[in-house]
């Protein structure tokens, strides 16, 4: 395959970026996306310019790295990770551009890279269990309902790759935000403390400098990992019932 | 106090008052088409005057309608406040953005959609609403009781042309609005269920549909005739 890239460069936080057009041949549509850009990298080295910096890290679409906002979609045209994309899903001859998240709250740190260290702000205002450590617990001990447990393990599957943010209009984050308050806040360990815990993580997403959602629904039809907007609805619930009534 | 201002500054608190004034103007919608269609009661405007003038009389409505003026504002100003905030969180946009799947063109575009319909409210409000209260209409006499004859400032406005394609264009803004705003207006609210979230969609479909094709209606058949 041939294809012709516009990457996004930027050179540090503060300076201008742009758009940066190359050419790329000899791809194999079995290759993965960031493969290509592997490939790429190596290219432009062995011409001694510098390589496109962009995030990833497992490359099994589990940890939530890697970004990229392709063809005005964030990972890509399928609702997967952009490391689970591969080159078969594009024609030879096509035109990719490659751009970060676009977000106040994660700002670029150079070319693809950008800092979501908000969200790490955020897990640690609230998304977490206060339990003391101690002899493990036998796993009977508390018994939750099957569809409990699925609920929250299908909230649990949030990689927090970013996704919702980047393809929210408004750059909210709150189908992250709700996707572990629902994890945390459905399964009893975690449900004594729901009320703090909404409350400390909504401050913190607001702090953040995140949008508002307006429902439109773009960020559960982008997420790689299918969360539902009824988590968004279960954390409203949890929000105002925390803030009216505790 | 201080819990409630940060309830209600929050980005879900906004949104809450959002839901709850959007629900409020839904009925309101309700109420002013069942005036309305008075309008097309062959009985030379009789009818529509005496309602105009018990609405614009009695103390509970005239109390109703000072919560509603606040709640158009306080809807206007804050969905302003709300774009504004959603604007600058987005900061520099991309070159290239798709609409995701499932996503509806309304849903994307309250805002251009809030703006035509502020226009037509603006508009709708200088012809009517202000002439009813301060304006110097003409007064008729039916049987025992004297009324303003707001029927014939109506029908005077519907006989244009120009006036009556504004409703129109205003109406069909109202119906991409209702289109997205009645379902989300639940959504924020907490409430979405497989159990009755379905029902809410279609329910919301056909009030977006219905409720602005009857207002446009009435412009268009007084036109007619």
């Known amino acids: 395959m041939k294809l012709t890239l516009k990457i996004w460069r930027q050179k540090s936080a503060g300076t201008q970026g742009k758009f940066i057009k190359y050419e790329i041949d000899n791809i194999s549509e079995d290759t993965s996306f960031l493969e290509m850009l592997d490939q790429l990298n190596v290219e432009l080295e062995e011409k001694g310019e510098e390589p496109v910096h962009f995030d990833h890290d497992c490359r099994e679409g589990i940890c939530g790295t890697c970004s990229l906002y392709i063809n005005g979609h964030p990972h890509g045209p399928h609702q997967t990770t952009t490391c689970q994309l591969h080159m078969r899903s594009f024609k030879d001859g096509d035109t990719i551009t490659i751009e970060p998240w676009r977000a106040k709250a994660f700002p670029i740190i150079k070319d693809l890279v950008v800092d979501r260290s908000a969200f790490d702000r955020i897990i640690q205002s609230g998304g977490y269990i206060s339990v003391n450590t101690g002899g493990t617990p036998d796993a009977n001990e508390i018994p939750i309902p099957k569809d409990v447990a699925s609920e929250a393990m299908d909230a649990a599957s949030c990689i927090g790759c970013g996704a919702c943010v980047a393809a929210c209009k408004n750059a909210s984050a709150m189908l992250f935000v709700s996707a572990k308050v629902a994890h945390l806040g459905k399964l009893p360990q975690g449900e004594v403390e729901r009320h703090a815990r909404v409350q400390r993580m909504v401050a913190q997403m607001d702090e953040e400098g995140f949008g508002a959602c307006t429902n439109t629904g773009a960020c559960a039809a982008e997420c790689p990992k299918e969360i539902s907007l009824t988590n968004i609805a279960l954390m409203n619930r949890h929000y105002f019932n925390a803030s009216f009534s505790h | ?225």
């Not at chain 2, 959609?113 to 006499?141: Q, R």
């Open chain 2, 1 to 225: 106090m201080s819990w409630l201002i940060k309830t209600l500054t929050s980005t879900l608190g906004r949104k809450l008052i959002m839901s709850l004034t959007g629900l409020f103007l839904i009925i309101f919608l309700l109420v002013h088409l069942a005036g309305n269609l008075q309008l097309l009661k062959d009985d030379g405007g009789m009818a529509f005057n005496i309602y105009a003038k018990f609405m614009t009389s009695n103390p509970l409505i005239k109390t109703t309608s000072y919560i509603l003026y606040a709640t158009f504002i306080i809807h206007i100003l804050l969905s302003a406040l709300l774009t504004i905030n959603n604007l600058r969180a987005r900061g520099a946009g991309y070159k290239v953005n798709r609409l995701s799947e499932g996503v509806t063109w309304s849903s994307k575009n309250m805002g251009i959609l809030g703006t035509i319909i502020f226009i037509f409210l603006v508009a709708h409000l200088k012809h009517f609403w202000y002439e009813m209260h301060w304006g110097g209409i003409p007064m008729v006499t039916y049987e025992d009781v004297t009324v303003k004859d707001l029927y014939l400032v109506v029908a005077t406005a519907y006989g244009e042309l120009w006036y009556v394609l504004f409703y129109v264009v205003g109406m069909i803004a109202l119906g991409f609005h209702l289109y997205h705003g009645f379902q989300s207006a639940f959504q924020t609210l907490g409430l979405n269920h497989l159990k009755y979230t379905p029902a809410i969609k279609v329910v919301g479909i056909g009030f977006s549909l219905i409720v602005p094709a009857l207002y446009a209606l009435i412009p268009l058949l007084m036109y007619l005739s």
